[in-house]
């Protein structure tokens, strides 16, 4: 069975720093791709940053760009997403999706059937 789990989120001042994690497990295959999503009250679920197995190359939404920076460690299934410069904007349930690689659209979240239950991240003025 797939297993996707994030952890990490919690409350931070705006310009803080969190540090989201994501574990997943329970798949064979060669290459996969894991994003990061968001939602906020009354808003659609937006792609915050990809990253796949193979390529290890994150891509970002330009939301996002130069503020925050995904990583993974393929050794132990996991992937961060270092949230720095945190906007009151930024607060949301952050997600985290899992599929097999190659995807058309890594920000797209039709792309992905496995997700997390999600963490929400809160920042305060």
């Known amino acids: 069975e797939v297993q996707v789990v994030e952890s990490g989120g919690g409350l931070v001042q705006a310009g803080g720093s969190l540090r989201l994690s994501c574990a997943v497990n329970?798949?064979?295959?060669?290459?996969?791709?894991i994003g990061w999503f968001r939602q906020a009250p009354g808003k659609e679920r937006e792609g915050v940053s990809y990253i796949s197995r193979t390529e290890g190359v994150p891509y970002y939404a330009d939301s996002v760009k130069g503020r925050f920076i995904m990583s993974s460690d393929n050794a132990k299934h996991m992937v961060y997403l270092q949230m720095n410069s945190l906007k009151i904007e930024d607060a949301a349930v952050y997600y985290c999706?899992?599929?097999?690689?190659?995807?058309?659209?890594?920000?797209?979240?039709?792309?992905?059937?496995?997700w997390g239950q999600g963490t929400q991240v809160t920042v305060s003025s």
């Open positions: 329970g798949f064979t295959w060669d290459d996969y791709s």
């Open positions: 999706a899992l599929d097999r690689w190659p995807l058309l659209n890594g920000l797209a979240d039709y792309e992905y059937d496995y």
